[in-house]
Nanobody
């Protein structure tokens, strides 16, 4: 199982940008699909973005499409989430996840076996 640690969260005004990073250790990321999920207070954890291990195909939640970009650097064992044009509804704890989900599970938390501890993103209006 791979160990994941997120960083890069913080407070930003609406319209601003942040880049989250996820550093992996223990195993190489090359065989894993990687994803970002988020959880706001009182809400369930929701899918944000994912990038497959093979082919590099990306998937995004409709709410972030066109604003967020997921990327990965397998050589450095890093995954990024570039977030632009942030709004109040993006406020949440953001989690990095890794695993080998089947295609139908790529947007579900249950598809991933490794999770980071989360990093807080707060957007003020």
């Amino acid at each position: 199982q791979v160990h994941l640690v997120e960083s890069g969260g913080g407070s930003v005004q609406a319209g601003g940008s942040l880049r989250l990073s996820c550093a992996a250790s223990g195993q190489t990321l090359s065989g894993y699909s990687m994803a970002w999920f988020r959880q706001a207070p009182g809400k369930e954890r929701e899918f944000v973005a994912a990038r497959r291990s093979s082919g590099g195909h990306t998937y995004y939640a409709d709410s972030v499409k066109g604003r967020f970009t997921i990327s990965r650097d397998n050589a450095m064992n890093l995954v990024y989430l570039e977030m632009n044009n942030l709004n109040y509804e993006d406020t949440a704890i953001y989690y990095c996840a890794g695993g080998r989900p089947i295609l139908s599970s790529i947007r579900t938390p249950g598809g991933y076996s490794s999770w980071g501890q989360g990093t807080q993103v707060t957007v003020s209006s």
